[in-house]
């Protein structure tokens, strides 16, 4: 069993940064390939980027070039820095772990329930 706890979610403005990150308990988070999606009040959840358990990485094209997924196995985290944050980033932000070995922009369309474990999410409210 696997415990991923989000955290770094807030209330910035338009244009600031941050990093969100997801760590595991339970197993070492090494043997998963990890996703970020975003789900806004009254929306579908959405992709947002992913990276596999060698380091192959991919983004949503709608932060692409804003925001970077990253993982450190040594801490069993996995990190999204977010720049230039925009109001429709406004979303609550939660990892999951797939045990699936596919590509990174394969897991864009992996459905949720490919998906081994998930967290309960943070907040990240952007204003304009």
């Known amino acids: 069993q696997v415990q991923l706890v989000e955290s770094g979610g807030g209330l910035v403005q338009a244009g600031d940064s941050l990093r969100l990150s997801c760590t595991a308990s339970?197993?070492?988070?090494?043997?998963?390939?990890m996703a970020w999606f975003r789900q806004a009040p009254g929306k579908e959840r959405q992709f947002v980027a992913s990276i596999t358990r060698t380091g192959g990485t991919y983004a949503a094209d709608s932060v692409k070039g804003r925001f970077t997924i990253s993982r450190d196995n040594a801490k069993n985290t996995v990190y999204l820095q977010m720049n230039s944050l925009k109001p429709e980033d406004t979303a609550v932000y939660s990892c999951?772990?797939?045990?699936?070995?596919?590509?990174?922009?394969?897991?864009?369309?992996?459905?949720?329930?490919?998906?081994?474990?998930w967290g309960q999410g943070t907040q990240v409210t952007v204003s304009s």
């Open positions: 999951a772990a797939t045990k699936k070995i596919t590509t990174p922009q394969a897991m864009s369309v992996l459905p949720p329930g490919q998906y081994d474990y």
């Open positions: 339970g197993r070492t988070l090494s043997t998963y390939a």
